[in-house]
């Protein structure tokens, strides 16, 4: 609560894969970056490994200067491009609430530093933290204002920016890279870790939920703007965190390129999605969309359905979505969303593999599932299948899926 942090004398750190603990390598280890988080768990004190007996412990109060304290388990949240290998190792059975939704990394600290589970898996300059520092946003935003006409969605965007700290959305006022646009007010699905909608009695939202439907109009002129000047290789793309499933303005959508597409041949056009309606895919790719992303937990139907809740489609239809975007030539991404323990399972990566075989996807961001993990633990249908590793997952699908590319963020393909 003071924002201190106590190592303990002697036992280790010790960390989950799953619900499981697992021992941890020195090489499983890096320095903590720089522009990561630590949290507290209130109500969840750590779990240490016994360097005398390997037995893990639970270490529920100390006496620190004569005055015993009840413990609090901390955890990570890694900077954008790093996959985190390992959960914290926490005693959580007490804990009355749900996390709020981040991706919660197994921390240590030795030889003066804080120790992270997790390894680089993409660098970017586009998304580096040190490139979006909030001294140079302000007076942006107040150009941008000045330059372009009052609308909707630049005064959501502004609050994204500002209040949610969307790297996408300082992009756009930053007049650079890669800038959001947000046409979604529904969603047909109900995902675990919506980051806009979360029901009453579970953690807060990360995000303000987009509360009306862009006109046409803005959103062409926000995306000629953004391509016509950004340099880099700018990016446009719809589906974020602050709305639900932009397939539901698959029309609006398809509108809007055609006409950014009369103004402007420059930038790359992207989408974001769940991947729920084919046919949709198929209308809007049509209209001179470039690139596509569709997010999945899992290549395995029942772990997929056990997350997304999907609303009248299923993984069949993600699927099909896949192959029909590789069929009708867009650089086709899949929004993977690991999580140790349930993402490294062997029969989970013998899926994936399956998966990108049949369908031709270029690229697999292997992004974190930001939510409580014991609420995914919870939920996740009951299975046998080993965990090799995060780092050996990776090792896997780079042999088995030579010609995929494995990263983090959004690739530019104009």
């Given at each position: ?92 059975t007490e804990r009355s609430y749900t996390l709020p939704m981040w991706a919660y990394t197994a921390v240590g600290y030795g030889d003066g530093k804080y120790w992270a589970a997790g390894f680089r898996i993409e660098r970017n300059h586009r998304w580096d ?69 979360q029901p009453a009695g579970n953690c807060e939202a990360s995000h303000e939920r987009l509360s009306f439907t862009p006109s046409r109009e803005e959103i062409v002129s926000l995306a000629v703007g953004h391509l016509s000047r950004a340099p880099e290789k ?181």
């Open positions: 609560e003071k924002g201190r942090i106590y190592d303990h004398p002697y036992f280790r750190m010790a960390a989950f894969s799953g619900r499981s603990p697992v021992p941890l390598a020195p090489q499983d280890l890096a320095p903590l970056p720089e522009f990561s988080k630590l949290f507290f768990i209130p109500e969840s004190p750590p779990v240490g490994v016994d360097p005398e007996t390997g037995a893990l412990r639970i270490v529920s109060e100390v006496e620190v200067d004569g005055t015993v304290t009840r413990c609090r388990a901390v955890a990570a949240f890694l900077e954008p491009g790093w996959v985190r290998t390992h959960l914290p190792a926490v005693e959580d933290p040190r490139n979006y520092d909030d001294r140079d946003l302000i007076p942006a935003i107040k150009a941008y204002r000045e330059a372009e006409p009052d609308r909707p969605l630049v005064r959501h965007l502004v609050r994204c920016a500002t209040e949610n700290h969307c790297f996408a959305a300082k992009n756009l006022f930053l007049r650079r890279w890669e800038a959001p646009l947000p046409v979604s007010r529904s969603c047909n699905a109900a995902c675990l870790g919506c980051l806009s909608m700018p990016i446009v793309s719809f589906g974020q965190g602050c709305e639900g499933e932009p397939l539901t303005e698959y029309r609006l959508m398809a509108e809007s390129i055609r006409e950014i597409r009369q103004k402007t041949g420059r930038g790359t056009i992207n989408l974001n999605t769940n991947g729920s309606w084919p046919e949709r895919v198929r209308t809007v790719a049509e209209s001179g969309l470039d690139s596509i992303r569709i997010s999945l937990n899992s290549a395995r139907p029942e772990v997929y359905a056990a997350y997304y809740r999907p609303r009248n489609y299923g993984f069949r239809d993600v699927e099909r979505s896949i192959l029909l975007a590789r069929e009708m030539g867009l650089y086709t991404m899949i929004n993977y969303l690991v999580f140790p323990g349930i993402s490294d399972q062997e029969a989970e990566i013998a899926a994936l593999i399956g998966l990108i075989r049949r369908t031709g996807v270029n690229f697999i961001h292997l992004k974190n599932l930001n939510i409580d993990p014991r609420q995914y633990i919870e939920k996740m249908p009951a299975g046998d299948s080993p965990a090799v590793g995060m780092k050996e997952m990776v090792r896997i699908l780079e042999r088995e899926l030579p010609g995929v590319r494995l990263g983090y963020f959004n690739q530019p393909v104009r």
